[in-house]
């Protein structure tokens, strides 16, 4: 009863029920239903509207789910997301669910007729969109991929992996609406071990708040600049780890094992996001886009994500790809181009090789040699090292990790790879992954200034 009580005051926009595989038993899905439907919760909008339910479960109790709802609710049948335990199923529910949001959420949002007869093609929300122009690009350069987006409320997430995409909405990381639970969850502490000047909390907090009260205000004095990109990176780390949590193998699956893989075993429910084989990580969002420097957004990307290995990083310079990712839908070839020609500005590439060392003793070594460049020498473990390399230069790297760390070939193991210059140049990364800061304030602040000085973050006395 009290179960049925909170469904009814719920009012959501919609109701997803799933459950079983195909051909099993139908007993609990059909139970799910039997207690929504006398609840009858009322859409957010309104009596003269009725509630969409999507069911995406066992196709066997179709029948059953049809039987047990009237026509007060509007339920549209799918496919089930998960027809047998080894395979999963996603997109017709998650394209009912857009259908529907668009029918039925946004369809409530001023204007919004107006805007339909303007155009052919179907209406997409961002993230929908920027997840379809990540997709092009992942798919059409055989790429493993990862965007992010961070706005005043949300973070959004999306990659690409051995051809699979996943995308998540952090709902409350945001560096506006939301700052103020990203210093909550990822506590004022953690935001200050990135600022390299001496902050008092109280002020900070203040800080925070008035973003919250102003949301469209933007960085004044260097101190809240370097404020606001510390929270931009905990912010995003925190999306990513979520993101991460989100994109899995699937659980419950029964591995079929042979002798060679009794050292090496993968439990199911592991997550698909792999940072050594991530190539290409993109920006978007004003924090991001808008920094005074190439530098900082470079840093901001570095510290947040941590890319092992290779990566290359670059910036959606001028929000064009949610547009991009509408165009891909009647113009793959062009919204593509475009995408490389006129969206994306490469900051260059960053080498951090996996491991933890000791401060000062070798991480590894390096020759890169190009038309432009001719670089050798080492990097030390906690090191920073930034290399010219101009945008639209390539070069080809040569990696020798020391023993213990790993630059994508395995632990100790030489890598010879093109990389790319950009804006900012080659970020040679010593700190080791997992990226850990000194615990000491004030060995935390001298560490992040030195960074910031070999990186030209910000000028500071």
């Not at 990862?146 to 909405?169: H, L």
């Not at 070839?333 to 590439?349: H, K, M, N, R, S």
């Not at 038309?371 to 990696?399: H, M, R």
Request: glycine share 8%.
């Amino acid at each position: 009863h009290e179960q049925i009580q909170r469904i009814r005051e719920l009012r959501p926009d919609m109701i997803l029920i799933s459950g079983g595989t195909d051909g099993g038993t139908t007993q609990h899905v059909v139970q799910i239903a039997e207690m929504v439907a006398p609840a009858k919760p009322q859409p957010r909008f309104g009596a003269e509207y009725r509630m969409p339910v999507i069911f995406a479960g066992n196709t066997a109790a179709r029948d059953a789910i049809t039987d047990t709802f009237d026509d007060s609710v509007e339920l549209s049948l799918v496919d089930n997301l998960r027809p047998t335990m080894e395979q999963e199923n996603l997109a017709p529910a998650r394209d009912a669910i857009h259908d529907l949001f668009l029918e039925h959420v946004m369809a409530h949002a001023p204007g919004y007729d107006k805007l339909i007869s303007w155009t052919d093609s179907p209406i997409m929300p961002t993230p929908g969109a920027v997840g379809n122009i990540l997709q092009q690009i992942a798919e059409q350069r055989n790429v493993n991929a990862v965007g992010v987006d961070i706005g005043g409320a949300t973070t959004d997430v999306f990659s690409v992996f051995e051809g699979t995409f996943n995308r998540t909405v952090s709902a409350n990381l945001g560096m506006s609406y939301s700052i103020s639970n990203v210093c909550a969850e990822a506590t004022l502490p953690s935001i200050l071990q990135w600022v390299p000047l001496d902050m008092d909390e109280r002020e900070l907090r203040n800080r925070v708040k008035n973003k919250m009260i102003r949301p469209t205000t933007i960085p004044q004095t260097l101190e809240s600049l370097l404020f606001e990109q510390a929270v931009a990176r905990e912010a995003l780390r925190l999306a990513y780890e979520q993101h991460k949590d989100f994109a899995t193998t699937l659980k419950g699956v029964q591995q079929q094992r042979t002798v060679g893989d009794t050292f090496s075993q993968q439990a199911s429910g592991q997550t698909i996001v792999n940072n050594m084989t991530l190539d290409l990580l993109v920006a978007s969002g004003g924090v991001l886009s808008h920094a005074p420097r190439m530098s900082q957004t470079a840093a901001m990307l570095v510290d947040a994500f941590q890319p092992e290995g290779i990566t290359t990083l670059a910036k959606d310079s001028i929000f064009m790809m949610p547009h991009l990712g509408v165009l891909s839908q009647v113009h793959p070839e062009a919204a593509v181009q475009v995408f490389e020609q006129d969206c994306l500005v490469y900051l260059g590439t960053c080498v951090a090789p996996a491991g933890i060392g000791k401060p000062g003793k070798p991480c590894f070594k390096y020759q890169i040699t190009g038309d432009e460049i001719s670089e050798n020498g080492q990097v030390l473990f906690g090191e920073l090292k930034l290399l010219p390399l101009a945008d639209g230069a390539k070069a080809t790297a040569t990696i020798e990790p020391a023993k213990g760390f790993d630059a994508g070939e395995g632990p100790g193991k030489r890598i010879e790879r093109e990389i790319r210059g950009g804006t900012v140049g080659v970020l040679l990364d010593g700190r080791g992954r997992p990226l850990k800061l000194p615990k000491d304030r004030d060995a935390c602040r001298e560490a992040v200034m030195t960074w910031n000085q070999v990186q030209g973050l910000a000028e500071l006395n």
